[in-house]
């Protein structure tokens, strides 16, 4: 019997490494999320043993290796680079194979995907410079309010209402919070604004026509913002399995696709 | 094992060895005149009326051409906040900052450049056309204050459509009502037949330049947008000079025997692109580099194309320097501006386009009405926005931009079905 051929995806992204590796079914066999830290490479090396030991693999059994992110050029054992917007178009539209808007909620950044039935990117967004929005953006907030992140999505679940936040500017809304808080203001409701905060960042990106679908690590963490989101659009709003995973796995399908 | 990309060679353009050359005397003709005072110097916007100052006997200096240099240099960033500490804000434009704080520190990459020079030329008088913006006649205002000159200027009108016989007439009105105070500065009265001479020559001028920038229209394209914001520096500066007559007569040639050999400014060309806005003159390397490895040429732009003057008319120097200053692209209206692009999307056969928005230029920053959506729409061409400046490198994010970049051209490749 001919070994199934594996493929492998990894998206060294500003916050994350991720790597997922994929076989004949397209199917994730293996996958691993770490800390990008400060060495591009290492991360790479890294992530990439833990999960081809977690698929009892060495690297001469994958057949490709596709890097994306903003780490992908320095990735050694990549035979080719893809832009993190080829690659989550590429993994939203191999779950939802149809006409759909990608948006792809990262570290450092944000952006958004038309991609056409057949699966072409007809036109994608990054957000500006600034990182409001982002995971970054939360990252910075919920330390200040002395709140870990895996809990961002429980806190503003509990909220009784939304504080609203005024400005786009992750510095001024670190200051609305304290005001915020002088006005007594809970963690939840304060939380379910930044929440919703991301999500006005999202939608004066661009229009977002036809079935949402959600990428990233920080709608992975947080859940909820595919709700508030659904909420603004008014068009059914989906969170792709695995989406921390979206990059690389999408990183892994191309590879294979490039057969 | 990852490069998937052609290492690109960059051809070298033979003819820069002689503007380098006529650049290096325009400075030190600059320096003498300011040093000796056996001609007066006058400071010009760079559209500005250029024509009328050296029919005057003037020497002119371009402080924009200095900021640019200065951007080129990649010393405008830490120039800046200098002149945001004085109340320049960071918002305005950073050729403005950068020059100011150049001259604050008391540096430029003039006497880098050219050994023995202090610097720019100190000026008799300065004089502006607020065509370009708003921001030249303060800038300009600044020097007057400093250096005790006069400054005069030309008040344009904005969001031009049609262009009307009272705004020739606006315009002629007032480039005739500087002539006194000119002739005071210079103690010459204008001798008409020398201003018609150097208006013809810059006509000469422009219509070469034109035909440089045209070239690129071929396939592939033996010019990109980054070798012509070098190229354009006798245009700017020495229009209305023999010599920069001369020097595009011996470029056009130069491309012209590209064309026959068919050689590409980009091995490979794949994609032809249109570049709207200011460049980013810090990093015209980097984009280069990458355009080409991506096998992108960037060919065509508004922005070289705004020293072209064909309105210009020797016969008619007044009226024609009028029109030629007012039927620039950067004062005219959108529908004007989505007609432009129209005519460019067509001469050059154009692929996609990418508009930069510069954070402290919004007279060259087009994509923020609505622009980009419909020029996308209409021609059915993918466009991009890159968000950085002229001059102000703290306003670009580099790694977002590359991305940016790397996934517009595969937004193209997938259009094409590659």
Redesign the interface.
Known sequence: MTPEAVYGGIDIGASATKVALVGGGRKILASDVRKTGVSFEASAADAMGAALALAGLRMEGLRRVV?TG?GR?N????????????CHARAAHFHFPRRITVVDVGGQ?NKIIHVSAQG??D????N??CAAGTGAFLEEVAQRMDVPLERIDELARRASHTVHMGSYCTVFTKTEILAHMRAGEKVPEIVAGLVESVVKRIVEMDPLAGEVVLTGGVVAHIPMLGEMLGRHVHHPVHILPDAQLAGAFGAALLAAEME | ??S?RPKQTFKKIHASGRMKEIMEAHFRELDEAARTKKQKVAWCTSVGPAELLKGMGFQVFYPENHGAMLGATRTATDLIPLANAIGYSPDICSYLTADIGSYLKGESPISKAYPGLDGPPRPDVLVFNTNQCRDVQDWFNFYGREFKVPVIGIQTHRGVGEITRAHIDSIADQLKAMVPKLEEISGKKLDMEEFKRVVGLSRQCTDLWKEVLEIAAHKPSPLTFFDGTVQMGPAVVMRGEQRAVDYYKLLLAELEQRVDEGVAAVDGEKYRIYWEGMPIWGKLRELSTQFAELEACVLASTYCSSWVFPALDADEPFDSMARAYIELFIVRDEDYKEEYFARQIRHYGIDGMIFHDAKTCPNNSNDRYGMVERI?QRFDI?AL?I?GDLNDLR???E??AR??I??YI??LA??RGQ
Do not use: G, W
Request: charge should be neutral; proline fraction near 2%.
């Open positions: 890097a903003y050029h990735v050694d054992f990549a035979h080719a680079t893809r832009t993190e917007i080829a950044d072409r990117r036109s994608f967004k990054m500006r410079k | 094992m990852k998937d996308s993918p926005v968000h306003c670009y994010s790694e977002q991305t940016n790397e996934a595969e937004q997938e259009k």
